[in-house]
């Protein structure tokens, strides 16, 4: 019993695996379909450089015949009529050169493309024509597939038995010729193997075959779109549909790459998809396919899919009008339902209104003790402000009288001395140590520095932190300190002025002893390293406050 449980969930998961390689593919798929353009676009570059070089001047006929034949090449799988017109142009070229190989070699190639496009009495009428004692070895081998495949076709849509039986004779002996000839690792001998192979059963014998012809071949060339085809014909013997998709699929993406319009891939996959009720894909599918027949104007082709296109469509179209029902359907549904909401909604409304009166009444109460609450807290904050305020200024007040006084006892006093000093020497007669005293500088400087070591003491002890917020108010690496022994230097000690009030530049050089324009170099020297320029001196004057 346990192994039939594990055999039948290891084919679950088999099946899982296989649904989503499938379902990936189909997105590549979808995906290489919008690329149509972008491969169809190659090919026309390729058409249009052949056609240019027609228009070469004195262009012999040879050279014609040869840049026709490539253009047949390019035509075969993307336009039936205009690969005609060449192959017509070719063989009247050829009958007026009086080249029999040429004649016969056009003649065999026309007669396989009329076979591959449902014309067989043509083909046929045009194949026998061919003399192919005259062939070389590759047209010979040609025309022999041709003649295989002219003859299978028949024996696969004629209704009468005789004759079909007559058609397959035909082909088998076509097949047989080739068989014998054929290298045994070619393509096309592989191609008749796998196909009888598949015929009569032999699967193993088939896959292997067509292994061979995929390894040999790659994607988005004819080869690998006939091989991808030829292995879900292969599968589908076996009846196994996902396996066939799967091939189906990436035959289509090579006949889209390879800007292959006479494809037959594409047309089946929409079938299977129908069948399986992915009605949205099968319909894009299908009118995909049947876009790539009509441009490719094959009767074969339009005959085959204008047998499964009204069937799609019509499917698709009632799907549509289903869901449009469906859809309506829900329109009235969800009407209904809106309705009993609209009248849901306005007796709940008459009830949330009598409960909404009094909770806005008590709201309106709410509001009324909050901006209350709002106001008592902007007065406290504002007395709070004031009151920094004020105790800022009484000790800035308290601080600047007892410097005040102590600076004046002491100038006093220094006077005092200095005209002791002076009444002295004028008794001794010292006149000239008098002038020379006097003279000097230095007893001025000595005072100066007196003076800014005092101020810069009694500012620091009112704002400490002034060093550190003003450079905090610098940018990066801007920052300004006193050198060592000092409190402050003479860029600090401006801004110390500043925030003290005192901003006119002459009062500060006044102060300082400096030049008004030094004043006022060193203010532009700072306000270029500061974070904010505009507002800086402003900023300046806020140190240390509460506001």
């Not at 060449?86 to 026309?110: C, D, G, H, P, S």
């Not at 390879?258 to 319909?283: C, Q, T, W, Y």
């Not at 530049?505 to 060193?522: H, K, P, Q």
């Amino acid at each position: 019993m346990r192994f039939w449980v594990v055999v039948f969930a290891f084919f679950i998961s088999g099946l899982a695996v296989s649904q989503t390689q499938t379902d990936s593919l189909l997105l590549v798929l979808e995906t290489t379909m919008k690329s149509r353009k972008t491969y169809d676009d190659a090919r026309q570059k390729r058409i249009a450089s052949l056609k240019q070089l027609l228009s070469t001047p004195r262009i012999s006929s040879e050279q014609v015949y040869e840049i026709n034949d490539k253009l047949i090449t390019e035509f075969v799988p993307y336009q039936f009529d205009s690969a005609v017109k060449y192959l017509n142009e070719n063989l009247e070229i050829a009958t007026k050169l009086q080249n029999e190989f040429k004649v016969n070699e056009t003649k065999t190639r026309l007669g396989g493309l009329l076979s591959s496009s449902g014309n067989y009495v043509e083909a046929v009428e045009m194949l026998r024509s061919v003399n192919a004692k005259k062939l070389e070895r590759a047209s010979l081998l040609e025309y022999y597939n041709f003649m295989m495949e002219v003859y299978a076709r028949l024996g696969f849509y004629s209704p009468v038995e005789q004759n079909k039986s007559r058609y397959n004779q035909l082909f088998n002996g076509y097949a047989d010729t080739l068989l014998s000839i054929l290298p045994k690792t070619s393509e096309r001998y592989l191609f008749i193997n796998e196909r009888r192979a598949r015929e009569n059963g032999d699967i193993e014998t088939s896959l292997k075959s067509n292994d061979l012809r995929l390894n040999m071949a790659r994607i988005g060339t004819r080869d690998y779109s006939r091989a991808t085809f030829g292995r879900s014909l292969i599968y589908q013997k076996q009846n196994d549909l996902e396996n066939r998709k799967r091939y189906l699929i990436l035959s289509a993406i090579s006949d889209i790459r390879g800007s292959v319009k006479d494809n037959a891939a594409m047309a089946d996959l929409a079938m299977i998809l129908f069948e399986e009720d992915d009605i949205e894909r099968a319909h894009r599918f299908i009118d995909f396919s049947f876009a790539d027949a009509d441009f490719y104007n094959s009767r074969l082709r339009l005959i085959a899919i204008s047998n499964i296109l009204p069937i799609i469509n019509k499917t698709y179209e009632q799907k549509n009008e289903q869901q449009r029902l469906e859809l309506r359907n829900y329109l009235w549904l969800i009407s209904a339902l809106g309705l009993i909401l609209l009248v849901a909604i306005v007796m709940i409304y008459r009830e949330i209104r009598k409960v909404s009166k009094a909770r806005n009444e008590l709201q309106h109460a709410n509001e009324k003790l909050r901006v209350l609450n709002e106001n008592l807290q902007r007065a406290n904050t504002q007395m709070s402000q004031l009151h920094g305020e004020l105790r800022e200024s009484n000790q800035v007040k308290e601080h600047y009288i007892g410097n005040f006084l102590n600076i004046c006892s002491d100038y006093i006093d220094k006077l005092d001395n200095y005209r002791k000093t002076v009444k002295k020497m004028l008794l001794a007669k010292q006149t000239s140590e008098l002038f020379q005293k006097t003279n000097s500088d230095d007893f001025i400087q000595s005072e100066l520095e007196a003076f800014y070591h005092s101020f810069d003491s009694a500012f620091l002890h009112i704002y400490p932190d002034f060093v550190a917020e003003l450079n905090a108010l610098l940018s990066s690496g801007e920052q300004v300190f006193p050198k060592k022994g000092e409190l402050l230097n003479t860029e600090l000690r401006i801004f110390a002025l500043i925030r003290l009030g005192i901003s006119d530049s002459a009062t500060i050089a006044r102060l300082l002893r400096y030049s008004v324009n030094t004043i006022y170099n060193y203010r532009v020297k700072m306000k270029n390293k500061a974070v904010s320029r505009e507002d800086f001196e402003q900023r300046v004057s806020k140190i240390g406050s509460f506001s």
